[in-house]
């Protein structure tokens, strides 16, 4: 062999040993990676998965995929090669598996407007020290009157500015709720305080940005929404250089009392683990209120029943006395309206995750570094999980507090840490709603998945008093 033949061999022998390897590789990954599109350069299939449908559905792109793929199908939306899984069984191996096999992966515009530090964000032992603490925060309340106190007081205080109105917009007033909930929680704000007001704005805009397209220019929701994430920010950092100042008498025995004398974390973290608690807090929760309202609506059998088992614990108690926890624990039919209201209404329609490694799962193939979208709704409509998945029954979970069903909370390492909260902020709303007033839809209004759930007018309600 002459020394050109030789380094030919020497410059090509590689090239064509890895063009070898990738026929190889890529003939392996065809056998086992499910099925499925990947649609168009670049965009690949991501407006047809963004596509709006009524959230008790699973809409065009889901159903047109399983029915052509299989539950689990190889697709690429927002901008990365992914599986997508309407599949419970590995929604379920994907969440238990966090940090091990999978890893909480949100597009990179997201951390723009939630912050570096938001635990949505963060991963690995940042993420553990955040939830730790944000556990031992949303489990205090619990064992505390004062908070139970607080919640049906607020919802008291909402069906009050009610009683000499004839029609509510129902998602408006539940935002509310849940809002002067959550501030008065973390940081002791009052409704009438000018800061709650400021706060409560500025995350609305926050909101809109968080879901819009993520387009950095001034005067777009995204930009705003930036904006609106950093005066927010200011507020809060501003109230806790107030606590810290330790002015005598300034300690309030709220969650920002708590995160500050546990003194873990910077004061960076600090802002931004309320941050997390304020906006995991408040719209989620409406949007199940608004839910159960809405499914009640049309289900006279559920209604009643609920009614009854709220005068029962009225007629149990004197006049006037409020709800505890042990009353909360005996609201059975009202846990079931709660599970089948999120099961069909699908607040959080699906989560954002990345495999860590190669995972095989039933015979198929998920490559390492490809995002994985979990599908929750898809879970929750699947007719060989639930008989009659379209139907609002809440019966169905009679006897069963919880399902390994469903998964509205998400699950794993990664649970949602404020899911009892939002469940009894709904229970208790509900027991002075039944008690209290009649309500009906005049226009039409569903719970639509865009994919973030909203009621296109607000669920607006025609309201009466029931005189007792
Ligand atoms: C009906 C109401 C709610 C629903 C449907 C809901 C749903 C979820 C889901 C699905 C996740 C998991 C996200 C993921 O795995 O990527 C989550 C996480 C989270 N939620 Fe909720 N949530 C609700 C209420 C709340 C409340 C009331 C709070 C605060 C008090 C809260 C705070 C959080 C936080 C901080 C996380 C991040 C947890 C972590 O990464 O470890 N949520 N929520």
């Known amino acids: 062999m002459g020394v050109d033949a030789f380094l030919l061999v020497l410059l090509l022998g590689p090239a064509l040993a890895a063009v070898l390897l990738h026929f190889l590789f890529a003939k392996k990954e065809r056998r086992n990676i499910p099925n499925g599109s990947m649609g168009w350069p670049l965009l690949g299939e991501t407006l047809g998965f963004l596509k709006p449908h009524k959230s008790n559905t699973l809409g065009s792109f889901l ?28 929604n379920s191996f994907i969440l238990q598996n966090e940090e091990r096999l999978f890893q909480c992966s949100y597009p990179k515009p997201i951390h723009g407007v939630l912050g570096k530090l938001s635990m949505l964000v963060v991963v690995g032992d940042a993420h553990k020290k955040l939830r730790s603490i944000a556990l031992s925060l949303t489990n205090t309340w619990k064992s505390k009157f004062e908070y139970l106190h607080d919640i049906e007081e607020h919802a008291i205080s909402i069906m009050e500015s009610w009683r000499d109105r004839e029609q509510v ?5 539940a935002r509310k709720y849940t809002f002067n909930v959550i501030v008065k929680q973390i940081l002791s704000l009052k409704p009438e305080e000018p800061q709650t007001a400021m706060i409560l704005e500025d995350f609305l805009t926050f909101m809109k940005g968080l879901v819009s397209f993520p387009l950095y220019i001034p005067g777009a929701p995204y930009a705003k ?16 250089d107030e606590r810290r100042k330790g002015v005598v008498g300034s300690e309030k025995g709220d969650f920002l009392d708590v995160l500050l004398s546990n003194g873990s974390l910077s004061d960076e973290e600090n802002v931004s683990l309320v941050l997390d608690l304020l906006l995991g807090g408040y719209e989620t929760t409406s949007l199940l209120m608004s839910l159960a309202v809405y499914f009640l609506g049309s289900s006279p059998t559920a209604l009643g029943q609920l009614k009854e088992e709220h005068q029962a614990i009225r007629k149990r108690k004197e006049k006037g006395e409020h709800l505890n926890w042990e009353d909360y624990k005996q609201m059975e039919y009202t846990q079931n309206v709660i599970n089948e209201a999120l099961r069909c209404g699908n607040i959080v329609k699906f989560v954002h995750r990345k495999a860590l490694k190669d995972v095989q799962f039933k015979g198929y193939l998920i490559p390492s570094g490809w995002k994985v979208l979990p599908v929750f709704s898809a879970a929750h409509l699947d007719p060989s999980l ?27 390492p990664r649970l949602c840490p404020g899911a009892e909260l939002a469940k009894v902020e709904t229970a208790f709303f509900l027991h002075h709603l039944v008690l209290n007033f009649r309500w009906r839809t005049e226009e039409e209004d569903q719970p639509m998945a865009y994919p973030y759930l909203e009621f296109k007018r607000g669920l607006p309600l025609v309201i009466e008093p029931i005189e007792r």
């Not at 950093?230 to 109230?239: F, N």
């Not at 639930?386 to 794993?412: M, V």
């Open 63 to 90: 159903q047109d995929h399983c029915s052509r793929y299989g539950k689990v199908f190889k697709s690429h939306v927002f901008g990365s090669p992914t599986i997508i899984s309407c599949d419970h069984e590995l």
């Open 169 to 173: 917009i129902f998602c408006e007033e």
């Open 225 to 240: 929404a930036v904006k609106a994430r950093s005066r927010i920010s200011s507020t809060v950092r501003a109230i806790v």
């Open 386 to 412: 639930h008989e009659e998945a379209s139907e609002f029954c809440p019966r169905r979970w009679a006897g069963r507090a919880t399902s390994k069903k469903i998964a509205p909370f998400g699950g794993g």
